[in-house]
């Protein structure tokens, strides 16, 4: 792969911005000497034309939604309709100042508050802010606002969370951003929190639990109102995860389930592009004893007027610059309103009947170690597929097909785990074509296992030195050695 | 549903394949109680031509985007070339997820490269990561960071941080049990750096600061011992002033809106985050390094991950995931189209369109310069009267977009206004403001 | 892979040489098989005391992460500064040039403690 830096000076930015109208004095007149810059930065000055082929270049060797089925589970890569796109480029949303004074932002104030009221309308809880930006943010705000909770009671003895073996990793680091400890919770045979294993730990040095409802072997948690009713019994609070919202969604709120808080992924279940690894949206929504801790500023009505209310003397501050995600938040807003009632339903009706419908087909070839029914996703193993052919094979081989792998190696408790999430966007036929890819490639495990090892030999580079990448990490581009290998 | 293509009739194929009678017996592990308590919204159904109706009008209810900003204070109304929205837009980058399978994501990963590259030649450093959320919460775990590093329990902030910076600065350190100490400002606008604190993890400053002053780092990093200097800045300022990394600061971060990002009401930023080499191990996020496949092709993949929560879990060096992957690549389209030419091209007309303005208003009867230390593109402003509010509304009137003076007396600089100026204000408006500032009141 | 009989070994994969009153710690074949590719040790620092149990260093593969934990207690005199720039060596000889650090022993008792090659590859099998 060629960078930026490979490409030759090929021109420069003139003609950009105009030439300057005002008796120009320079940095260093201005500055002087020592605060002015005395090197350049070294940004290639290229053509547009340059500009415009690399990048277009550089996009084709990526995979998106718009290439094919992405079974990703846990990230719910749904279809991300264009609407969203065009709505955010609004210029009237895209320009708008977050400084400027609640007068000339009433259009963003109002939506943002509308979208505060459905969001609380879908979790079934008294408060959202649409401040965290990420799922993980999410949690944190969240453990922030459990910090909180106890403190302004004096409780400040409570100091551990409760998470299950089977929850994804940002879980125990935010609780751990956030000054507590973790203590992990066992599963059970069935793949869900262990009751006893939990009132066992139960006790007064507990702030709460973190919960991924289902959890993140797509599978509902049974028990779950005797959990959360076991943990609220003994004086702490219960975090939901909301990464797998997608099976629920319109049909069970986290709210009658017994959470306290609640991340949304806006950017997982209300269809908003991921961007190669972000920005997301991670609006928290929260139980009546935590909406006075929300963060500042809280967008309100006042009559028919919209304003930002910062005089909250219980808030535990702000996690962002601003307000949030804004245009992540105002996609899933034109989402929402598309879907309506009837529309966030069928999401989850269809996630849940996807994921079973490719589950009963592929566990006939690959172990399922809880075989049950899922939601929106499930976990399959690699293991006895065949001798040394491992879940890595199976995924790169995936690639030579020209699908995107599942999830793999997580969650924990399953080895060899391929985790996969059709979501509703995929049709039975893609479906289809999925499964008959994945049993062609355990017919190729035991008759050519070595089509796996090698793979992939299709895409735009094959398996990558991971172990050179780490132990000799290259993190900038090696000016120094390009201008020496120069002819 | 326009966005499920099963019809019903796969529905019923589909059911029948997993031996279940309906829909609803798929949800059969849900407590009945859970189910039979769902309320739904009340929201009908609408079609794509209503929702872009509906959000069109809402758009235009907001008068900010048809101002002329003056506003800045973190966000600023910055040109972008129109090749970057078209380049970044393509759906192979807006729709791909995290790159966790590196064969079919270089074109992600060659960007986080390239990205990670240009910050650090941007700030004079030699690692940077492939974002945070923001410029706020980069400098929430550069303190975080620091203070895993030197555990004295305690930082120094400057109190001419940016406000917003500032309370997500103490929301984290109030979880993590960090003492925020306050480094007071002097009468040029500059921090105090005569006497400073002991004990400390980290001095944190922000230079250009929140008056848009340039803090003197001279000689600083020396003076403060085994404490590491965080220095929070203004990425696109990098192409005018000599960058945090040159006066040794430890960890740089910014707010990169300003590379090629709309404002967006605030959101999605980009948080920028830089460090030496010898602190790899406690870079918080995720990061893209160089590597060669089987075959010896170069190819990028994201590296140094058991720093991460998905491998260290509550060991991690921060919860971050997600982050601002799109918003990064926008930056790098942005500067690749601009080039270290037009990068100091742009900074230049932002440095000399602020200083033609703030002169001209310094010459007027009735107002001056709060502050006399250098300054990049944006400064402080006081009426002689002490009426700012009116001079606000003045402004207003004529159809410019500026800050409420509340911003500044949050600061400590009561009865003041500050004003941005950017590369897209002509001189035609910078003349029209000295004339509603000079005229009679 | 046999095991050098005249160390000791802990049940974390730790391997223990006493030599006089110093003692050389390591980590197992065993630890690094399981681990993979070694590409960064976490040395300790010179002169820190550590307590037999608690934490000494970690040593990181691509994917994981292995806390090393002090098989004995004392003050910490040497660290293998090689391992900062060859890695690898853990898992190419991690009984003798892949070793960790020194430890002066505070309580030479301690060892006993500590498993034979026997029972230690008991422990394996």
Same mark, same amino acid.
């Given at each position: ?5 490979? !490409? ?5 930015? &003139? +003609? ?89 932002? !009433? ?23 649409? !401040? ?26 409570? !100091? ?71 943990? *609220?019994?003994?004086? +702490? ?37 991921? +961007? +190669? ?126 699908? *995107? ?20 966007? &995929? ?25 796996? *090892? ?34 | ?81 129109? #090749? #970057? ?167 740089? #971060? ?39 496949? #089987? ?147 | ?15 223990? %040489? ?56 004392? %003050? ?50």
């Amino acid at each position: 792969m060629r960078t930026i830096f490979e !490409q030759g000076p090929s021109g420069a930015a &003139e +003609g950009i911005f105009p030439a300057c109208d005002v008796p120009a004095q320079g940095a260093a007149a201005w500055l002087g000497r020592d605060l002015a810059r005395s090197e350049a930065p070294r940004i290639p000055n290229v053509s547009e034309t340059t500009v415009a082929r690399h990048y277009t270049r550089l996009s084709k060797l990526n995979y998106g939604v718009d290439d094919g089925i992405y079974p990703l589970g846990s990230c719910t890569m749904k279809y991300n309709p264009k609407l969203n796109e065009d709505v955010a480029a609004l210029p009237g949303f895209a320009d708008a100042h977050p400084g400027a004074e609640e007068v000339h932002v !009433q259009g963003c104030l109002e939506f943002l508050y509308e979208l505060t009221r459905l969001l609380e309308g879908i979790a079934g809880l008294p408060g959202v802010t649409l !401040q965290p930006v990420a799922g993980a943010h999410g949690e944190l705000t969240g453990m922030f606002l459990f910090r909180k909770h106890f403190e302004l009671r004096g409780d400040t003895g409570r !100091q551990r969370i409760l998470l299950p073996d089977s929850a994804h990793g940002t879980n125990p680091a935010s609780a751990a951003v956030a000054g507590f400890s973790v203590t992990q919770i066992p599963s059970n045979a069935c793949g869900t929190v262990d009751l006893e294993a939990l009132r066992a730990e139960l006790d007064d040095t507990v702030a709460g639990i973190m919960l991924t409802v289902p959890n993140t072997l797509g599978i509902f948690e049974t028990d779950i109102l005797e959990i959360t009713r076991a943990v *609220h019994d003994a004086g +702490g609070l219960c975090y939901f995860d909301g990464a797998n919202l997608n099976s629920f969604l319109g049909r069970a709120r986290p709210g009658d389930m017994g959470a306290d808080a609640f991340h949304f992924n806006l950017h997982k279940t209300l269809s908003t592009p991921h +961007g +190669g690894g972000g920005p997301g949206a991670g609006a928290v929504a929260v139980s009546e004893r935590l909406v006075d801790l929300l963060p500042v500023p809280r967008v309100v009505k006042r009559g028919d007027r919209y304003a930002l209310d910062w005089d909250r003397p219980k808030s535990i501050g702000s996690v962002h610059s601003f307000y949030g995600n804004v245009l992540v938040a105002l996609k899933a807003y034109a989402y929402i309103l598309q879907l309506g009632d009837e529309g966030l339903r069928a999401v989850s009706d269809n996630a849940v009947l996807n994921a079973n419908y490719l589950q009963e087909r592929l566990k006939r070839t690959y172990a399922l170690p809880y075989d049950r029914l899922c939601k929106h996703e499930f976990v399959l193993t690699s293991e006895g597929l065949a001798d040394g052919v491992t879940t890595l094979d199976v995924a790169k081989r995936l690639i030579d097909y020209g699908v *995107h792998p599942p999830t793999v190696y997580f969650p924990l408790i399953v080895h060899e785990a391929l985790m996969i999430e059709p979501t509703e966007t &995929e049709s039975k036929e893609e479906l289809d074509r999925f499964a008959e890819i994945l049993e062609r490639i355990a017919a190729e495990a035991r008759e050519h296992p070595d089509r796996l *090892h090698e793979a992939p030999t299709r895409a735009p580079v094959r398996r990558l030195d991971q172990t050179a990448a780490a132990r000799n990490p290259v993190f900038t581009f090696p000016f120094e050695e390009n201008a020496a290998s120069a002819p | 549903m326009r966005y499920i293509p099963n019809a019903d009739a796969d529905r019923q194929v589909m059911l029948r394949e997993i031996g279940r009678r309906s829909i609803d017996a798929l949800f059969a592990d849900v407590p009945q109680a859970v189910i039979d308590a769902h309320r739904p919204l009340g929201l009908p159904a609408k079609s794509e031509l209503e929702v872009l109706a509906t959000l069109t009008r809402l758009a235009e209810v907001n008068t900010a985007s048809r101002r002329i900003p003056l506003l800045g204070g973190g966000i600023y109304d910055h040109y972008v070339p129109r #090749v #970057v929205h078209h380049l970044a837009s393509r759906s192979e980058f807006v729709t791909a997820y995290t790159p966790y399978q590196p064969e079919i994501s270089q074109g992600t990963l060659t960007v986080m490269f390239e990205f990670q590259t240009m910050v650090c030649e941007l700030l004079g450093m030699e690692i940077a990561n492939a974002s945070m959320y923001d410029g706020a919460t980069a400098l929430a775990e550069a303190a975080l960071m620091a203070e895993r590093i030197r555990k004295r329990g305690k930082v120094a902030v400057a109190a001419n941080l940016f406000s917003h910076q500032r309370r997500v600065l103490q929301t984290y350190a109030w979880a993590a049990g960090i003492e925020l100490v306050d480094v007071p400002f002097v009468p040029s606008g500059r921090s105090d750096l005569s006497r400073l604190p002991e004990g400390i993890s980290a001095l944190v400053l922000q230079s250009p600061n929140a008056f848009g002053v340039l803090e003197d780092l001279d000689g600083l990093k020396s003076r403060l011992g085994e404490a590491l200097l965080i220095v929070s800045t203004y990425p696109l300022a990098m192409g005018a002033l000599q960058p945090p990394g040159a006066f040794g600061a430890d960890i740089v #971060v910014g707010e990169g809106q300003c590379l090629g990002l709309a404002m967006g009401y605030g959101g999605p930023l980009l948080g920028l985050f830089a460090t030496r080499k010898e602190h790899l191990r406690q870079l918080p996020g995720r990061v893209a390094g160089r590597t060669v496949d #089987v075959d010896g092709r170069v190819g990028y993949t994201m590296t140094a991950q058991t720093r991460e929560q998905h491998i260290r879990r509550e060991k991690a060096t921060s919860n971050i995931c997600t982050n601002s992957a799109h918003c990064a690549l926008t930056a790098t389209v942005y500067l690749a189209s601009l080039g270290a030419v037009g990068l100091r091209d742009v900074a230049l007309l932002n440095l000399e369109k602020a200083h033609y303005l703030a002169t001209r208003i310094a010459k007027l009867k009735g107002y001056s310069l709060v502050f006399d230390a250098p300054f990049f593109n944006e400064f402080v402003v006081r009426p002689s009267d002490g009426d700012a509010d009116a001079m606000h509304q003045r402004l207003e009137a004529e159809g410019f977009l500026v800050e409420s003076p509340g911003a500044m007396a949050e600061l400590g600089v009561p009865n003041a206004l500050r004003i941005a100026v950017t590369e897209r204000r002509t001189r035609e408006e910078l003349d029209r403001i000295v004339k509603i500032l000079g005229g009679k009141r | 892979m046999s095991y050098p009989t005249g160390y000791r070994y802990t049940k974390e994969h730790e391997w223990v %040489k006493v030599e006089g009153s110093r003692a050389r710690v390591g980590i197992t074949d065993h630890a690094q098989a399981e681990l993979g590719d070694v590409v960064f040790v976490e040395l300790p620092t010179v002169g820190a005391d550590v307590k037999q149990g608690g934490l000494l260093g970690t040593v990181e593969s691509v994917k994981a992460v292995s806390d090393i934990n002090a098989p004995v207690s004392g %003050k910490v005199i040497e660290v293998n500064r090689e391992l900062e720039s060859s890695p690898e060596t853990v898992n190419q000889a991690p009984h003798d040039a892949g070793w960790i650090a020194v430890i002066e022993l505070a309580n030479p008792s301690e060892t006993a403690s500590l498993l034979d090659a026997a029972a230690y590859e008991a422990l394996l099998a």
